[in-house]
């Protein structure tokens, strides 16, 4: 697991599988901890790297409802979660989702964990919207396409945007709700682009600005090629386009072709 200090009151933590990404906020004598790395020992580190660092954890954020973003309380037992209304309602929908695709994960990759996940307290907040922290606020940013729920978090003293599953140097764009959603949230997501200095997507990252906006826009071209029906695996962006994303493009164009009936 690699840390990454981006501002004195901000690191990231990049996860060794999917290079899942994790960031602490820190304001005065608080600090969240927002989406989580995933292998046991990843998580069994993080109390200790916050203690070192001086960020005296206080709650946990979690971008999304998938799973692999959610695991926070496995190194921070009895803590409360903060989540986008629309990811509250996700879970309550599908409860013991996330526990069932943890758990196939770990038998897939013969892992044992200390304690199953609880996800406890799970608090809606109102997206958009602000969250305090210390004795300031993050800005919340609707951000759904990817999936049902979700949001972005704005660190304006910091100029840092941890926008989730968007904007991934590792990744292609997932439209698993709507194309004109994903664009959507995009679009949302430009202006704090511009204005930022470090841009943390959910998997590959951090990165400076110029490298997040480059993202964007191949994403925006991808998802308009995508609706457009003109789409092939040459289509992809240059540095994604190896077989797993070649693997996740068929799985876009199954979903439009589903979405399009027989
Ligand atoms: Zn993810």
Same mark, same amino acid.
């Given at each position: 697991m690699r840390a990454t200090s981006v501002h004195e009151d901000v690191i990231v933590v990049e996860s060794r599988v999917w290079r899942t990404t994790a960031t602490v906020v820190r304001s005065g004598s608080e600090a969240f901890l927002i989406d989580s790395p995933v292998f046991p020992d990843e998580l069994e580190l993080l109390p200790a790297l916050l203690e070192q660092a001086n960020f005296p954890f206080s709650g946990l954020i979690a971008t999304h409802g998938d799973w692999d973003h959610l695991l926070g309380r496995l190194a921070f037992p009895g803590a409360a979660l903060g989540v986008a209304e629309t990811t509250a309602a996700r879970l309550r929908a599908h409860p013991g989702a996330a526990q069932r695709s943890l758990r196939d994960f770990d038998e897939r990759n013969y892992l044992t964990r200390p304690a199953p996940l609880a996800l406890g307290s799970v608090e809606a907040l109102p997206v958009p919207g602000y969250c305090g922290l210390g004795e300031r606020e993050l800005e919340l940013h609707p951000a759904a396409g990817h999936t049902v729920d979700g949001m972005a978090i704005w660190i304006p003293w910091a100029a840092v945007l941890v926008c989730g599953?968007? !904007? *991934? $140097?590792v990744e292609i764009p997932t439209p698993e709700t709507s194309i004109d959603g994903y664009l959507a949230t995009l679009a949302r997501l430009e202006p704090l682009v511009d204005r930022a200095d470090w841009v943390v997507p959910g998997h590959g990252g951090p990165l400076e600005a110029n490298a997040a906006r480059a993202v964007l826009h191949e994403d925006r071209d991808y998802l308009d090629r995508l609706r457009d029906g003109?789409? *092939?695996?040459?289509? !992809? $962006?240059p540095g994604r386009r190896d077989a797993e994303q070649r693997r996740l493009h068929d799985c876009n164009l199954a979903r439009i072709r589903a979405a399009d009936g027989p």
């Open positions: 599953d968007y !904007l *991934s $140097p003109r789409s *092939s695996g040459s289509a !992809l $962006p």
